[in-house]
């Protein structure tokens, strides 16, 4: 059974210490592919010097999730049980490391698909760790290649977001403004910066013409965030169900892909 970790206050800056003591946390977790999820306990690492402990108050459910815990990439990367999904991760820093910049207690950090990068190559100096020419790492799933993002006991799997707290190095921790609803900024991780990336990437802006193809989360996200941008939008699906929750997000014009009109 885990040992208990050290008591962390609410307003404690964390030095690196040789003694520190991993982290106790529950989680959501399946044992194979038939994703009967049950809670359990495991450890996160000991904050380190450049690392940030955050208390989780909510996690997105994003469709790869399933497709991991459910082994469906099999034939690509075969999912290692335990697993512990989720990358839409929202919660309230409770301590940070001696070194750590970026955060300070009581600020909300989200953290996204990755948990670190080798943030040497020309990818990473670039601000494209998800392009890392090496392989970033996964916040679930993945493997601690660049000393950043190591589990407890070493060697393992990364854990998600499905847990009750999570340990983070400063860099791939994202700061969410208290203003924005805590509850609402998981998805933003994962379907936001999925379609936020394309829109600014293009120039989208004020008077931009803009088609969404699909209307689920990606699409209606996307539409909502070009919207915001001051885009003209329009909606495609293949039928007419989504019309009323497509312009409700935003869309001004809508095509139905079946339709011979």
Do not use: W
């Amino acid at each position: 059974s885990p040992q208990p970790a050290n008591c962390i206050s609410s307003n404690y800056l964390l030095p690196a210490m040789a003694d520190a003591q991993p982290i106790d946390v529950l989680c959501m977790a399946c044992n194979d592919a038939k994703c009967d999820f049950k809670p359990g306990k495991f450890q996160r690492r000991p904050v380190g010097e450049e690392d940030v402990l955050i208390e989780m108050k909510y996690c997105g459910v994003c469709h790869t999730d399933l497709h991991v815990a459910a082994n469906h990439a099999s034939g690509l990367q075969a999912t290692v049980y335990p697993c512990v999904p989720g990358h839409e991760l929202a919660g309230v820093c409770i301590a940070v490391g001696s070194k750590v910049t970026k955060f300070a207690v009581g600020d909300h950090v989200g953290v996204g698909c990755m948990v670190d990068s080798c943030l040497q190559c020309v990818a990473c100096k670039r601000g494209d760790e998800n392009y890392c020419r090496k392989q970033n790492t996964g916040t679930y799933q993945g493997e601690d290649n660049f000393g950043r993002a190591a589990t407890y006991p070493k060697g393992g799997k990364t854990m998600g977001g499905y847990t009750s707290k999570m340990v983070v190095h400063q860099h791939f921790g994202i700061k969410i403004p208290k203003t924005y609803p805590l509850e609402c900024a998981g998805p933003v991780m994962c379907a936001g910066i999925t379609m936020y990336e394309p829109l600014k990437h293009y120039n989208a802006k004020a008077g931009t013409r803009v088609a969404v193809v699909g209307l689920g989360g990606l699409g209606l996200t996307g539409i909502k965030i070009a919207a915001a941008l001051g885009c003209t939008v329009s909606a495609i699906s293949r039928g007419t169900k989504k019309k009323q929750i497509a312009v409700e997000a935003g869309a001004t014009g809508f095509v139905s892909s079946t339709s011979e009109d």
